[in-house]
């Protein structure tokens, strides 16, 4: 294991991060494992074929069987395991979380057809604004952990990264307290970005897409040409046309659709209404004229999810799923298989 610097002075920042990413992958690389690909009929349409949910959470009070059996009631096929560390604390925050990289890693070994686990990044050591620019022992030793954990192939990713995030409370009682506002080209970020570059470990970055932050989080891919980024909802509910632009730009730009097809959650103006923010669909579910274009013409770039954060709302789970059929089917059936389940597989290896 490589040794940990000490903290960091911006003047130090590019060299230092270069050495320490240099030790830190002096044992070799392995990189991420691969699944098996579906087996799908090609006359499947939208409302019977298989879904990867690419971007949910996991708990830990939720069980293997619990996910699965309401996996299969909405024929989801495979599920990303995002563990969410949150737990209760003295701000106030009432997360139903605690889960782990641990936990999802068993869950993966039982059922590997059906749960891929991602390296979590919900963590309250990151709650910290000066942790992401001039990282301490605790954020170097997140990073080798990472690492160790990617390098063993046994996970496949890396999020969800909470880096411009909207606190919020639901009708359920959760309560998510921070509003955190943290640079995508912050010391931190970069590295973590170099370490899923390496290991060919996609990251999952939550930022919503003000002009600040989001020009940020164009210098973090400008930057990092190798690593493949995942910008979640939609690219921080940018624009199509914005979108149309950094997709044409940048090829290892992907976005998935958190919990968007419908006019709740990031699907609608929550938890604040920016000037910045753009839907995919109307109040029917009709998805808007230029993000239908915008899907056509990137359809290898998108990925589902229902964005299941919470422990309880998997009691909801199917009908967060369902909403993904009406969406799919406004789609040409290419373009429908793709960002349903094919793009998934494909980055999983399969």
């Not at 000490?6 to 270069?18: E, I, K, V």
């Not at 579906?38 to 879904?51: F, G, H, K, N, S």
């Not at 619990?66 to 604390?89: C, F, T």
């Not at 998997?314 to 389940?341: M, V």
Request: with cysteine.
């Amino acid at each position: 294991m490589s040794e940990i610097p000490a903290q960091m002075t911006p003047a130090r920042a590019a060299l230092d991060r270069r050495a320490f990413l240099t030790g830190l992958m002096a044992t070799g690389l392995a990189g991420c494992g691969s699944v098996l690909p579906l087996t799908v009929p090609p006359e499947a349409d939208a409302y019977r074929i298989p879904l990867v949910d690419f971007h949910t959470h996991l708990q830990k009070r939720v069980t293997a069987e619990h996910l699965i059996r309401q996996m299969d009631e909405g024929n989801v096929a495979r599920m990303v395991l995002m563990p969410l560390y949150y737990g209760d604390d003295h701000r106030g925050a009432v997360n139903d979380g605690e889960g782990s990289d641990e936990q999802a890693l068993a869950y993966a070994r039982r059922f590997p057809d059906r749960f891929v686990p991602f390296v979590g990044m919900q963590r309250g050591e990151l709650v910290n604004a000066e942790r992401w620019v001039a990282p301490d022992s605790v954020a170097y030793q997140l990073v080798l952990e990472a690492a160790e954990k990617l390098r063993s192939g046994q996970f496949f990713g890396m999020g969800e990264f909470m880096l411009r995030f909207y606190p919020y409370t639901t009708s359920q009682g959760i309560v998510a307290p921070s509003d955190m506002n943290y640079p995508a080209d912050s010391y931190l970020m970069r590295l973590f970005a170099d370490v899923g570059a390496k290991y060919h470990a996609p990251l999952v970055i939550h930022c919503e897409a003000e002009p600040a932050a989001g020009a940020a989080m164009v210098r973090l891919i400008e930057g990092h040409p190798q690593a493949t980024i995942v910008w979640a909802h939609n690219c921080g509910r940018a624009s199509a046309a914005q979108i149309r632009e950094w997709m044409a730009r940048y090829d290892n730009l992907y976005a998935d659709l958190g919990h968007m097809a419908s006019r709740t959650g990031y699907g609608g103006y929550w938890p604040r209404h920016t000037p910045w923010m753009h839907l995919i669909a109307d109040v029917t579910g009709e998805i808007e004229a230029e993000m239908k274009a915008l899907f056509e013409a990137f359809p290898d770039r998108f990925f589902i999810g229902t964005d299941t954060a919470h422990a309880h709302v998997y009691e909801f789970y199917a009908g967060r799923t369902i909403i993904w059929r009406p969406f799919l089917s406004q789609l040409t059936p290419a373009t429908a298989r793709k960002i349903a389940f094919e793009n998934a597989d494909r980055l999983f290896g399969a």
